[in-house]
């Protein structure tokens, strides 16, 4: 079942025949896939099905073998990470990468100080409050050490600061990882408000709950290749777990077939 995007007629990323090997094994086979402006795609598969091949052939860490990726309507590569920031590809490792014993504003700015000779520690602090306002985030102090805040905080940081610098789609390699059920909702939210900020977002998740609350489509990778690009409104769970093992019989599908002859017996 394809998916079709409502609001806008061309992707802002497409990618076509995406191929990749590493020696004998073979990551990634002919992969295709479009990302929208203003949705969130979920991108899902069991270990080794080449979610992580993909989010670093778009962080420019790995070049494809073959197949084209067409951003903002022109083709390019993606040579290296600063390329792909460059570009207006912007993305959130599972790691986070933060520096704890830093504040979240020189957090936010590593690499990007404001100022010539002197850094504009006031400029920057203002900057920070902005983006963390626009993301509805729960940080107390923009000059607290990032080792003091707590994982969804953390994840807060790092998505603002994938925003510096006005990028065009975001990825998030596992954002809700290891998190409680009150920093996973904050993190939906952060997600949302990225949407509704027009951005295209991927979301890498094994987590099916948090792509069946915040995903538009979700994207099943197997044995890296395709299998199955759904809208979440017209797949059940059963179908995305059945499409990620590649079998219409599992635990999941018998549990949900069981429940639903048991519904049926009883009315």
Known sequence: MA???PLSK???LSLRGISKNFGAVQALTDVDMDIFAGEVVAIVGDNGAGKSTLV????????PDAGTIVFDGRRVTIPTPAA?????LAIVFQDLSLCDNLDVVSNLFLGREVGDFTLNEEEMEK???????QLSAKIPSVRIAV????GGQRQTVAIARSLIGDPQVVILDEPTAALGVAQTAEVLNLIENLRERGLGVVLISHNMADVQAVADRVVVLRLGRNNG??????????EIISAITGATDNAV???ASAHESHEDSNS
Do not use: M, N
Not at 84 to 88: D, E
């Open 229 to 238: 690009d759904f809208r979440i409104p017209d797949v059940s769970y059963e």
């Open 56 to 63: 670093k052939i778009l962080a420019g860490v790995h070049g």
């Open 3 to 5: 998916a079709k995007h």
């Open 84 to 88: 792909a920031r460059a570009l207006g």
């Open 253 to 255: 599908t018998r549990r």
């Open 10 to 12: 061309e992707p802002v």
């Open 127 to 133: 900057h920070s409050w902005t983006l963390l306002r």
């Open 147 to 150: 080792a003091s805040l707590s």
